[in-house]
């Protein structure tokens, strides 16, 4: 299973930005898809994550400026950035709750990180 993350660049605070995350390779289901985020010298922190029903949950930070969604049948999930702020630099990485095979448990799945930068 691979996860591909897009979407990343470089944006003016304020302003929008829309990161998407595919999942491919051999899936039988996905449960719950998120991303994450990692600034420079800091923890990877939970960004928002959506369930297979289109549960939602967010960080206090993020909350109303971002919009987590997803496309069941493109294995795929989207974080809307609105309104971004200068502390919303990070790379941002996708995950995802993978089963891969009846009798197997779920794994999880991360992607490859994209970068992005907010300028004041």
């Known amino acids: 299973v691979q996860l591909q993350a897009s979407g990343g660049g470089l944006v003016q605070a304020g302003g929008s930005l829309r990161l998407s995350c595919a999942a491919s390779?051999?899936?039988?289901?996905?449960?719950?898809m998120g991303w994450y985020r990692q600034a420079p010298g800091k923890q990877r922190e939970l960004v928002a994550s959506?369930?297979?029903?289109?549960?939602?949950s967010y960080a206090d930070s993020v909350k109303g400026r971002f919009t987590i969604s997803r496309d069941n049948a493109k294995n795929t999930v989207y974080l809307q950035m609105n309104s971004v702020k200068p502390e919303d630099t990070a790379v941002y990485y996708c995950?995802?709750?993978?089963?891969?095979?009846?009798?197997?448990?779920?794994?999880?799945?991360w992607g490859q990180g994209t970068l992005v930068t907010v300028s004041s």
């Open positions: 995950n995802a709750d993978v089963l891969t095979g009846w009798g197997i448990p779920y794994s999880d799945y």
């Open positions: 390779g051999s899936i039988f289901n996905i449960q719950a």
């Open positions: 959506i369930t297979s029903g289109g549960a939602t």
